[in-house]
């Protein structure tokens, strides 16, 4: 049986309205039924929306996901959360863009990496691979994330730092590795204390500490790229659903969060409020950093989103992620998307998280 627990507000003119009372700005069963429809077929085993216009707002969860406290595993939406917490250290003074990283990492030096910057970290222009090329040894180990680091310190850059594009979980992790060696605080810990405890998202936490079992919903991990253990039953013990995984607090996708708290996070850049980072960060965030000629990407967000439908050169910022999300604002008119399925994105072409978006944006 669909489990549904749908939740409707407007704030508008101080108007509280729920689904009994039928009255609103617009019709949300056209995102709404693409979901259901999903569980239904036992395509998705559970999702959750938080979707918003002007001060309109629309939550709802479906299947195993039976409350606002469910949270999901982001995968990649992880990134933009956990650089916002590096770039409290920016905020500080305590580096510039364009330092070499090795300035704060002096043993990751030699053969071009010398020439890496924090920016490069930050925009995929580093030339540091997604993935360690042992990615599914290391887990198979349960390696810690200073092993990860160093692993990835070990690596070259493919081609000249700034020149080219390659999508670089290491780059992120590095970048996180460089503010906590200065906090002298685990990542996971940084990133508690400076993002999510300021904007009070009680139902986030990179790694699953504060978060009850049941609270965590499981990823459809049949459906995962090899990378997190799809398809192979000797998996458990470092697949997305794993103890190890859930608790090691990947900065590059190990986030658990439920919709609204990813609305939360999305809306102070919306607002630039300065409750995490001074506005003129937040700004610098979310705006294009690269070339015209390589993919736009802000600080550890994407930006324009335009390989998912969007108009080019739109102010839209977020991020997907593979284990079946997408999160993204649009300060034009002033509106969030969050969509969170337990199906990883490589599932199908046709994604219900990539259909409600398309859905939600008609209604902007």
């Not at 863009?97 to 990492?105: E, R, S």
């Not at 739109?314 to 399925?341: E, N, R, Y």
Request: hydrophobic letters at 40%; proline letters at 6%.
């Amino acid at each position: 049986m669909l489990k549904r627990r749908p939740f409707i507000l407007s704030v508008t003119a101080g108007t509280l309205l729920t689904m009994d009372r039928k009255v609103f700005a617009r019709d949300w069963n056209s995102v709404s039924n693409i979901l259901e429809q999903a569980v239904a077929n036992h395509i998705l085993r559970a999702a959750s929306v938080h979707l918003r216009i002007e001060d309109e707002i629309f939550q709802q969860h479906y299947g195993a996901a039976t409350s606002s406290r469910s949270a999901f595993l982001l995968g990649s939406i992880t990134k933009p959360m956990a650089i916002a917490a590096v770039m409290k250290l920016y905020d500080q003074g305590v580096f510039q863009l364009d330092d070499p990283a090795v300035k704060f990492l002096p043993e990751f030096t030699g053969e071009g990496r010398d020439q890496i910057t924090i920016r490069h970290l930050l925009t995929h222009t580093s030339g540091l691979p997604d993935q360690l090329p042992d990615n599914d040894q290391q887990r198979r180990s349960h390696a810690s994330l200073q092993q990860f680091a160093a692993r990835a310190m070990q690596l070259k850059p493919r081609f000249q730092p700034g020149s080219a594009y390659e999508y670089s979980s290491m780059g992120i992790l590095l970048a996180c590795e460089i503010a906590s060696r200065h906090t002298k605080q685990n990542i996971p810990e940084l990133v508690e204390a400076t993002v999510l405890q300021p904007l009070k998202m009680e139902h986030s936490c990179l790694g699953r500490k504060k978060l009850a079992r049941q609270d965590i919903v499981a990823v459809q991990t049949e459906f995962a790229a090899p990378e997190a253990g799809g398809g192979d039953p000797t998996a458990k013990n470092w697949d997305w659903n794993s103890d190890y995984w859930r608790d090691l607090g990947a900065p590059w996708g190990g986030m658990h969060a439920s919709a609204s708290d990813v609305a939360t996070f999305l809306d102070t850049f919306l607002k630039h409020d300065g409750k995490i980072l001074r506005p003129e960060t937040s700004r610098l965030m979310i705006r294009n950093h690269n070339p015209e000629t390589l993919p736009s990407r802000g600080l550890g967000f994407d930006t324009g989103f335009e390989e998912f439908g969007m108009p080019p050169g739109s102010s839209i910022f977020g991020h997907t992620g593979s284990t079946g999300t997408i999160a993204w604002a649009d300060p034009g008119t002033h509106s969030i998307c969050v969509i969170l399925t337990s199906l990883p994105g490589a599932a199908m072409k046709e994604h219900p998280r990539l259909l409600a978006s398309q859905a939600f944006a008609t209604l902007r």
